[in-house]
Structure formats: structure tokens, C-alpha cells
């Protein structure tokens, strides 16, 4: 590559480092790349992280040492983390989302891949500190918030299915207890699709009881697999706390009422947002 | 916001750019946000365009005028399309893909959120000419490609479902008969997921005959939408040409054949890659 000028080189780290998340980029890679010396490079990686962190993007850790390097950890301060979780709310209480049964239409909300990939920063920022191998969900509304969480970790997304696929391969089937209905359902994983061992980070759209989560940290008990983690779109908060099967969670937004006559909805921002 | 220098500047702008696909920013709004000239903001901007050109990252067009300002334009080069095609052929070609009933495991590729988004990038590039409203696909391996090409057109994205959901509202079925093999089955789409005279680009991960996706553009009918194009990631070369029920479709690999006995799988870079 030719050599760029340090106005041109920032342009291009910056692309560089926010197309590839948790990710160790040793400074010779730089150095190499744009015909610069290491000093160089270092000046210029101040300059973006001071930009990274002043203006929220995330944190560009820099690493010393022979296996050293920089690594750019996507974060969403929890400011601008509540301002998305409140637009969030706001979009939830339109009148109009109430379907026969009391449940809520999120279909167009769940197919903006902006928001999704906005959500997917939150929970990447939630989970940050956190050991994770794999980022799971069940088909089908949790996919595209798996996969946005799972870009910004670096991390591969396993996907559960309602039913055993001839395109899976072998797979391991659970029946699980839906909490909201106590209708008994069947989840399957296929065997090759997560190693023993691995730490998960369960992903998905709405939570009432937890029955379809709980399905799946069961189904991760198959695979001698640890839950690293829960997060959740939107929760159900009109579920009594008996009835909820899980406790340890993390959620945008809060479904707090339903009323089917008058139609209003209420939605308020997640335990996210509790003081701690 | 503090003034910023311009390599703070050139940092945040490159960020707020990437960030904002296919999205018209009035100069206007780098120059409150910097607090800098406009002159300053369209000399940054020169920078920019230069470099995302060099790259193979994307072009920036700049609009003139009172409604004017500069879009990001997401692109990647056919050269490094081919190399993302020949690295995904070579996965797919490893012997223990090959499941019972000639089928290939392909969900661990699907599971990469980088892939996905690499071959996001490239359906972006290839469709980008077209005008398109929204992308659709069907439950369920499709999805993360949906989303990702949605991400990159700054559009959303459109379901359809294998089942009636009751979170979906009243919805339109359809029968299709799966090419393959020739059985049939249902998909379905909610009424208020897609707007009447939309333009759709279909996305899926896998394509036959071409069944699925031919029950996706009959379905599109009943919404009184038009087809804007078809992207499949794989697509099936062990189809007779007259059992192909689409041939207006852009692919990235094609699967020319599985030998069940050696367990020899062939693929080539698809259709996107021939000369024209």
C-alpha cells in the first residue's frame, strides 16, 4: 500500500478499527499497511480514541508488549443508551400495535436493522465485561438482535430451532414449558452447531415468564454449556414474580400494561435503567 | 458541541458517515456539530470520499444545492467480492458438510455476523443501482442476511412467516410448491408488514429450483409489490434449466455437486462473478 498522509490515515484506521470489534490489531499491522512508523501510528490511535471516548463510540484498548496491539470495544454510554430505550417506548405505546389476545405487534420496530444494530451496542456494552463464546437465540423475532449483539462482540451466533431440520445435521431436542401459556413446545440445537463448555450469551426479542429462555438454558445444560447471560428486548413486567422463571437478566424496555379497551399501552425502560 | 480539530474531526465525521448508510447529511450538520466552516467540512469531506474510494469501502456522492449534502454509499469491489466468493467456496467445499440426504451444513457460515455482513456489503453493491423499498426473506437461515443488506441499503426488512403468528395481526397465506421436492407448504405475510406498490428486494441463503423464493414473489402480488431483485448467497447448479422456475437472480457461490460416496463437494463463485 502506498504511504497516506496522517489525514488520510486516520479515515482509514478509523474504518479499519470500527468495522472489526474486539479484535487485537497488532501496530505493525498499521505500520505495514500505510508504509508509517510506530510512533506514528501510536500519535494517530490517541487522536481517535480521545474521538471514541469523548464522543461515546467505545473504548480503543491499546495493548503493550510483544502480542501487543489495539483493540476497539464498542460501548453506548448509558445516556444515549436511555434516550434510544425511551424513543424505544415511546414507539411501543402507539396505539394501533394491539392485536387480538393482548399482544403487541413489534414487527416493524424488530425490522429496522438500524435499531436492531443500536440495541445490539447496548447489550455488547451490558456484556462487555463478561467471558462470552457464543451468542444464541431462538428462531424467529430474536435473530436479527443476536446477530447485531454477536457483530459487536465478535462473536459467532447459534441459532435454537422450533423444529429438528434435515440441514442441521444430528441435534438434541428439549421440550420446554412455555410460562405464558403452559403449552408444552420442543426446541432443538444441532450437535454441531455449539462446543462443549461454552459460555452463552442467551439473546432475545420479549420475555413474559422466561419459559422460552429457560427452554434454552436447559437445552445448554445438554451441551455442558454456561449461561454467561440474558438480554432481552422487552420484557413483560404483568407477570406475578412467582411466575417468573428467571431472575438475572437484562432488558431495554419494560411492557408494564396492556389495555385492550382503551388500547393504551404502557412500556417503560428496562431494568437496564434501574439505579444500581 | 467543543470545536474539534480536523483529525478529531476526520475521526468523528469517517464514524458518523459509516454509521449512517444511504442517508443524506447536510453539510449543515457537520458544520453545527464541529462548529467549523463549511469550507472546512467540504475539505474533510474530499479527504474522505478519497480515501473510501482507494479502499474499496464505498463511494461518497455529494449533492449540491440548498437540499443538498453528502450520502455514504456503501461498495465493494467486485475483486474483493471474488475474494470473499473463493473463501466462502472453499469452506463450503470440507468433506463433513455433507448431511444425510446430499444436504450441506451451512449454518455455521450463516452464524458469522462478519460474513453476513461482508455479503450484506456485496448485495448492497450489486442491488445499489436499483430502487428498492424494503429487502424480504423467509424464516429462517435467510434472516441474517436479510438484515445485513438491509443495514448496508439503510432499509428494513420485510418476514415472512412459515406459520400464521398470532404476533403478526391478520396476515396473507400462500401455497408454494417447493421445487425440489415438489411438496407443498405454506408462508405468510402480515398485513401491515408491506405496503401496497412496494419495491422488494428478496434475499435468501440458498436457492434451488427456486421454489421459496417464487412463493415469495407470488406472495408479493397479493400486496400488489414488485420484484426490485433476488440475491441468493447459494445457489444449486444441479438444477435442470427448465426446472429453474427464476432465472432473474444474482448468487455469490454456486453448489455445482455433492458426491455422497467420496463426500466431494464442488462449489464456484456464483453468478454475480461472470463476465457480463
Redesign the interface.
Known amino acids: 500500500m502506498k504511504k497516506?498522509k496522517?489525514?488520510?490515515r486516520?479515515?482509514?484506521m478509523?474504518?479499519y478499527l470500527?468495522s472489526r470489534p474486539h479484535t487485537l490489531i497488532p501496530l505493525t499491522t498499521f505500520a505495514d499497511r500505510y508504509g508509517a512508523a510506530k510512533s506514528s501510528i501510536s500519535e494517530d490511535l490517541v487522536?481517535?480514541k480521545?474521538?471514541?471516548e469523548e464522543?461515546g463510540?467505545g473504548d480503543l484498548l491499546t495493548l503493550a508488549g510483544a502480542a501487543g496491539g489495539v483493540k476497539y470495544i464498542p460501548k453506548m454510554p448509558k445516556e444515549q443508551a436511555l434516550v434510544f430505550a425511551n424513543d424505544l417506548c415511546s414507539q411501543l405505546q402507539q396505539k394501533d400495535r394491539i392485536?387480538?389476545?393482548g399482544?403487541?405487534?413489534?414487527?416493524?420496530l424488530l425490522?429496522?436493522?438500524?435499531l436492531?444494530?443500536e440495541a445490539g451496542k447496548i447489550f455488547a456494552t451490558a456484556f462487555s465485561g463478561k467471558d462470552i463464546d457464543v451468542v444464541m437465540t431462538v428462531?424467529?423475532?430474536g435473530?436479527?438482535l443476536a446477530?447485531?449483539t454477536?457483530?459487536q462482540l465478535?462473536?459467532?451466533?447459534?441459532?435454537v430451532?422450533r423444529d429438528h431440520q434435515?440441514?442441521?445435521?444430528s441435534a438434541v431436542s428439549i421440550n420446554y414449558v412455555s410460562g405464558s401459556h403452559k403449552s408444552i413446545h420442543t426446541m432443538s440445537l444441532?450437535r454441531?452447531?455449539l462446543k462443549e463448555k461454552s459460555r452463552v450469551l442467551i439473546v432475545d426479542d420479549f420475555m413474559k415468564a422466561g419459559g422460552t429462555i429457560q427452554g434454552m438454558v436447559d437445552l445448554l445444560a445438554e451441551f455442558d454449556a454456561e449461561v454467561a447471560g440474558v438480554g432481552v428486548l422487552v420484557e413483560s413486567g404483568a407477570v406475578e414474580s412467582e411466575e417468573r422463571l428467571l431472575h438475572d437478566y437484562v432488558s431495554l424496555a419494560t411492557l408494564t400494561a396492556v389495555d385492550p379497551k382503551t388500547k393504551e399501552i404502557f412500556v417503560s425502560p428496562g431494568n437496564y435503567f434501574d439505579p444500581s
Request: charged share 20%.
Open positions: 497516506l496522517r489525514s488520510a486516520l479515515v482509514e478509523t474504518q470500527l487522536i481517535i480521545e474521538v471514541f464522543e463510540i392485536l387480538p389476545g399482544y403487541l405487534y413489534m414487527s416493524d425490522g429496522q436493522p438500524s436492531m444494530n428462531e424467529t423475532k435473530i436479527p446477530y447485531a454477536g457483530a465478535n462473536l459467532p451466533v447459534v441459532l430451532r434435515v440441514t442441521e445435521g444441532s454441531r452447531a
